[in-house]
């Protein structure tokens, strides 16, 4: 079958010349349908780059990107954003929410542009803030919430249209480490019920957390394996 995301030969350089940074080295990778995976990494090695890849807001230098099977490496930027609001879902470090806005307002905000009626759009946000557990906070604007809980806000946005991918990167980097915990556990929760989770960051106990580990250093995969449960290398 073919796998969700399906990377060949990955390039990605910047300022090509005299100071070019090679960010993405010739990377391959797939991830199916379902999995849960880190890419892990110390800072500079490329994970932004190569979330801003997978999540078709840039385009490489060179090589391919098959999401869901489309060849997605060479398209315009109007067919990238097209590809963008269906498939994936986005979960940014600064949780990125409007401070004047209410919790379900913010949620419903993207699905606004997307043209889902106004009926649909309340429905969508009351149950992706009820997976987040935050049903009890739905009015609450986000100077009321804690970090934890506008980070659950913001994951409740990026679930509410249903992607099939949920891309999240250093999603507890702005969090103490009880609502890094609780992140951790609305990500998990949403890989037990079956969707995909790619997360990026370069904490050690959250990649201790997921099933399978991408680690990244100067732009290489430098491992690729599952977590605990066998320890075999992940063939790509
Ligand atoms: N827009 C850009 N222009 C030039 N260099 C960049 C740009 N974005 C990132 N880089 C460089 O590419 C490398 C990888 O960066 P990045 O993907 O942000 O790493 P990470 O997210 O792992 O910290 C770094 O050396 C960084 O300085
Ligand atoms: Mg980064």
Same mark, same amino acid.
């Given at each position: ?24 080295? &010739? ?74 806005l209410t919790a379900k307002e913010n949620v419903e905000?993207?699905? $606004? ?9 309340e429905?969508?946000a009351v149950?992706?803030l ?5 049903? &009890?906070?739905m009015d ?25 991918? $949920? ?23 949403? &890989? ?9 960051? &370069? ?34």
């Amino acid at each position: 079958m073919e796998p969700l995301i399906r990377v060949r030969d990955l390039c990605k350089v910047y300022n090509p010349g005299e100071n070019e940074v090679r960010a993405l080295d &010739h990377v391959d990778l797939s991830i199916d349908k379902g999995e849960l995976v880190g890419i892990i990494g110390h800072s500079g090695s490329g994970k932004s780059t190569l979330m801003n890849m997978l999540g078709c807001l840039d385009v490489p230098t060179s090589g391919n990107y098959y999401l869901n099977g489309k060849d997605v490496s060479n398209m315009t930027d109007d067919e990238l954003s097209d590809v963008r609001n269906v498939e994936i879902g986005f979960i940014f470090q600064g949780f990125n929410l409007i401070p004047n806005l209410t919790a379900k307002e913010n949620v419903e905000l993207p699905l $606004i542009y997307r043209g889902v009626s106004k009926k649909e759009r309340e429905d969508l946000a009351v149950e992706s803030l009820k997976a987040v557990g935050l049903e &009890h906070r739905m009015d609450h604007k986000p100077s009321e919430m804690s970090g934890g809980q506008q980070q659950r806000v913001a994951i409740a946005r990026a679930i509410a249209a249903r992607p099939p991918v $949920i891309l999240a990167d250093e999603p507890t980097g702005n969090l103490d480490s009880r609502s890094t915990q609780e992140i951790m556990e609305v990500l998990k929760e949403l &890989h037990r019920s079956g969707r995909t989770v790619i997360l990026i960051t &370069h904490d050690d106990e959250i990649a201790a957390q997921v099933n399978r580990v991408i680690r990244i250093k100067d732009g290489k995969v430098e491992a690729d394996f599952m977590n605990k449960q066998t320890g075999e290398k992940y063939n790509a």
